[in-house]
């Protein structure tokens, strides 16, 4: 970065950073106030330990309103170079409007990089830690067990009644299907993974043919595939709180086995159009800041930006959940927001020249 780009950033940087602070601290007022009836409904509970769960929820809640924060941040800190008659002198000095855009678009992918970095690593252990706190100092048995859910591996449909930690499953059904046929059925009553090996108890089988069924019983037996182990980790985390290739290994895993993928493809194209929304905030920000501030009230012009923001973050919002209810394509409904509004961006930025 040039020297301008540098006092450019610092000036952007230090209103978002303000922003940010009081966006985080009402939020965080606002949720320890929430928590706090749980704190005369549990003996072990207490008002630090409502307010440690609230602290390790930020890193979430920074990337949930990052990108109106980074508008109004921008409003804030352009907005002041503006009023200073500093964009002027700018503008006098030879540099024009597309090198002032240019130099707020730089601030806007370090701080798009910053909320990827955060969603990616920060986040994913901070929301189960709190969840993981909350549960113990309420005194509730912490969640470790999967109950009830389906796998695919291949030909073989699996039902697990319970995943316990340590790779081991209680209740398990195997039903192995060929060309839309049942071929067998096998009922598990205990399966480890040792040895990169699944160790099954007490297991039953039912061989289907054409005119007859025939049961097997062994009360040992080994299997080299029943169930991937990584399921293990990722069935009992939140879409929105898994990181990237998480998600991205998951769904591969989804789609080899012909199951439903959309919750996680959601999840994991909100957090690609998280960071580019950050660079159409920036944008949407731009034509206020260079509009003839004479020409309006420059608290009605922060308030219709803001409303910019809210609107996009709504819109974003209700695609992504309409678009799982009627069955648009995922890409569809998380980049037409971005779309849309970068549209808007550009024409808003043409009727202020």
């Not at 978002?16 to 966006?23: A, Q």
Request: net charge positive; with cysteine.
């Amino acid at each position: 970065m040039g020297l301008f780009d540098r006092y450019l950033a610092r000036s952007i940087l230090a209103a978002t950073l303000l922003v940010l602070l009081v966006i985080v601290f009402l939020d965080a007022f606002f949720g320890f106030i929430g928590e706090s009836k749980y704190v005369a409904r549990y003996e072990s509970y207490g008002y630090w330990h409502a307010l440690a769960y609230i602290f390790m929820r930020i890193p979430g809640k920074v990337i949930e309103f990052l990108p109106t924060i980074t508008l109004i941040g921008s409003l804030l800190g352009l907005g002041a170079l503006a009023s200073n008659s500093e964009l002027i002198a700018l503008r006098a000095a030879g540099m024009s409007r597309g090198r002032i855009i240019w130099g707020g678009m730089k601030t806007g992918v370090l701080i798009g990089l910053c909320m990827l970095l955060i969603g990616e690593y920060v986040t994913p252990k901070s929301e189960v830690r709190a969840a993981t706190f909350r549960a113990q100092h309420q005194g509730k048995p912490v969640n470790t067990e999967l109950r009830n859910f389906w796998a695919r591996n291949g030909d073989d449909f699996v039902h697990v009644a319970h995943a316990k930690p340590g790779y081991r499953l209680s209740g398990v059904k195997v039903f192995t299907v060929n060309e839309q046929a049942l071929v067998s059925k096998q009922e598990i009553r205990e399966a480890q993974f040792l040895d990169e090996q699944w160790q099954l108890a007490h297991v039953t089988e039912k061989q289907y043919q054409e005119d007859n069924i025939t049961t097997l019983f062994d009360y040992v037996r080994e299997r080299k595939q029943l169930i991937e182990t990584d399921l293990f980790e990722v069935a009992s985390v939140k879409p929105r709180n898994m990181p990237l290739t998480a998600l991205d290994d998951y769904i591969r895993y989804l789609d080899d086995n012909a199951l439903e993928s959309s919750t996680y493809r959601k999840a994991f194209w909100k957090k690609i159009t998280g960071p580019l929304s950050i660079l159409v905030m920036m944008l949407i920000a731009m034509p206020f800041v260079f509009a003839n501030r004479r020409a309006g009230n420059a608290g009605a012009r922060l308030v219709l930006g803001i409303m910019f923001g809210m609107t996009y973050y709504i819109a974003s919002e209700m695609l992504g959940n309409l678009g799982q209810v009627y069955n648009v394509p995922v890409l569809l409904s998380a980049f037409t927001p971005l779309l849309v509004f970068t549209v808007i961006g550009f024409v808003l930025l043409q009727r202020s020249e």
